[in-house]
């Protein structure tokens, strides 16, 4: 590695960046065009799409701070991507408004009528109530774009620089964020989630969304990397090891991944009350257990099972196509976690569930590959990336 | 060999001090280019890219790990479908007698336990230790391998063995000095 080779993006991701927005932006406004007749279906199906996509945004930035806070030469390949996702929260925050205009009529606690029936639900309003939504969630971004902020600021300046100082301060600021991180992603997944069914309750719930949007957000990279790998720069810079390491990393996220959610699952089972196994019983009856079936076998059986060797781990078209497998199925199992909260026992799969991830999705993905073009794509002058190219050759 | 008098000790191999952790690696690839394949090194400090320079292929030890978690997995699923079932059946709730949730985590246990146990050992019978005995212990200066020098020495046993050439070798390549090693 030396200061003449090329790091600047190939015109790949422009040619990608438009088709993607036109994409995304016709399908949200096909939706559009279908909240006039269903609105309830729209915003229902937007929000599955919305908290899936902005769990890959998330999950990044906390993929990137655990890298600045370990270290190790697994996160410098990736370092450019994950901070790009990071620089797509702003979208993502304007993209949660139809969520706060929909709320009453995504969330049963928001509507007066509703809860003026429901003793529990009037119990609950003091936390439950849409002002103080909208007040979490603004804290929430408020947390969210402050450490992506700093973390991408500082990213440029080492780049210009090259200083050991800001690998220790990002380190300082990565070990807060991910404190940070960890609280602000339970409370919303309780607000986002959780409360869609809100006599229902869980402590590990916080924990399964942490679990997915690392997982999902992990494998979204490895597959922008492997799409990359044989373009400059990353061509003749990420070798068979970096590949290794970030496909032992996935195998380890499949695992806490399906340990939280069988944990969940197990202390529900065992538990077997009236209050907490409708939750279970809504998404394993009436069609939902195929689900939940196709999430056990292809979100946790098979990629654990491919990523077990160290052969397959090695191979970056393998490891990009399990990669790919579990970012689909981390949106099924968002669907499955958020769905039958409105679908009264049967499965049923409207248009706009199919439509809405790709219409934010598209939006998405334009953001992400624009933010992607702006920023020399390697981490040049990390003091740590001579070591790390040296590693990734064998 | 077979000339050899009994009551002269056989020889293990060659063996090639160096100064530099770059002149071990760089001599383990010259020999293996040069045919050689019963060779070992000894250095104070892994290094790296040594085990691809000596020709190292991978073990079959993740086999043995596999075989470990396999096995493990088998034994904590049948102990409890076995105890809940036939030996010990009690109604819990009215749960069924083999209720699979309540397994998984034992399942889990011993799957580990046992690929982490085989694992330890497996590795223990591949690479033979502990070893308390060791022909090259018998080199004079060998106790530094485990301070400041680095050691290449090619086997008796290699196809390829012959004192003079193997001399000359180790000469060409930089050795501070080759001795004959003892068996």
Request: net charge positive; with cysteine; hydrophobic share 50%.
């Amino acid at each position: 590695m030396n200061g003449e080779t090329d790091v600047a993006a190939p015109h790949a991701l422009e040619r990608f960046q438009r088709p993607a927005l036109f994409l995304g932006a016709g399908a949200l406004a096909v939706c559009a065009i279908g909240a006039f007749f269903a609105p309830a279906q729209f915003f229902r199906s937007y929000l599955s799409a919305y908290l899936f996509w902005t769990g890959i945004a998330l999950g990044c930035m906390a993929v990137a701070m655990l890298n600045h806070v370990t270290g190790g030469a697994w996160g410098l390949p990736i370092r450019r991507p994950l901070e790009s996702a990071t620089r797509t929260l702003p979208l993502m925050l304007l993209l949660f408004l139809p969520i706060l205009f929909g709320a009453r009529k995504i969330y049963e606690w928001a509507d007066p009528a509703r809860v003026a029936q429901d003793p529990v639900l009037r119990h609950k309003s003091l936390y439950l109530n849409v002002p103080f939504f909208s007040i979490r969630a603004l804290l929430y971004f408020g947390a969210w774009l402050g450490f992506a902020y700093f973390l991408n600021r500082w990213s440029r300046e080492q780049d210009a620089t090259g200083g050991r100082a800001i690998s220790r301060r990002l380190q300082l600021l990565s070990s807060a964020g991910l404190v940070a991180y960890g609280l602000t992603v339970t409370f919303a997944s309780i607000d986002w989630a959780m409360s869609l069914e809100p006599h229902w309750f869980s402590t590990m719930y916080g924990v399964l969304f942490i679990a997915g949007q690392g997982l999902s957000a992990f494998a979204f990279i490895v597959v922008v990397l492997v799409l990359l790998s044989d373009r400059a720069p990353f061509a003749g810079y990420v070798g068979p090891r970096h590949y290794h390491d970030l496909g032992k990393l996935m195998l380890a996220f499949v695992m806490f991944w399906a340990y939280v959610s069988f944990s969940q699952y197990l202390i529900i089972w065992a538990g077997n009350l009236p209050e907490e196994i409708p939750w279970y019983l809504r998404r394993l009856q009436g069609g939902w257990g195929w689900i939940g079936l196709a999430i056990l076998l292809f979100h946790f059986v098979l990629p654990f099972l491919m990523l077990l060797p160290a052969s397959a781990n090695r191979n970056p078209r393998v490891l990009g196509a399990v990669a790919g497998l579990v970012v689909f199925m981390q949106l099924v199992n968002v669907f499955w976690m958020t769905q039958p909260a409105f679908a009264g026992g049967r499965l049923r799969i409207h248009w706009m569930d199919l439509l809405a991830p790709i219409g934010v999705g598209g939006v998405w993905f334009g953001a992400f590959l624009w933010q992607l073009g702006r920023r020399p794509l390697l981490p040049l002058n990390d003091p740590e990336m001579q070591q790390a190219a040296v590693h990734g050759a064998h | 060999m077979s000339s050899n008098p009994m009551h002269l000790p056989r020889v293990y191999g060659l063996l090639a001090e160096f100064e530099r952790p770059e002149e071990l690696v760089e001599a383990a690839r010259r020999a293996r280019e040069a045919g050689y394949r019963r060779m070992d090194a000894y250095t104070p400090f892994p290094i790296h890219g040594l085990s691809d320079a000596l020709g190292f292929g991978r073990t079959k030890l993740p086999l043995v790990v596999l075989a470990g978690g396999l096995i493990g997995c088998a034994t904590a699923l049948g102990m409890q479908w076995f105890s809940t079932t036939i030996h010990y059946p009690i109604n819990v709730g009215g749960r069924p007698l083999a209720s699979w949730p309540s397994f998984i985590p034992i399942t889990f246990e011993l799957t580990v336990l046992f690929a982490a146990v085989f694992a330890v050992l497996g590795m223990l019978g591949m690479n033979g230790l502990p070893m308390p005995y060791h022909p090259v212990f018998n080199a004079p200066r060998f106790a530094f391998a485990s301070r400041d020098r680095f050691f290449l020495c090619i086997e008796a046993k290699d196809p390829l063995f012959n004192e003079r050439s193997i001399r000359a070798f180790f000469e060409s390549v930089g050795a501070r000095e080759v001795v004959e090693v003892e068996e």
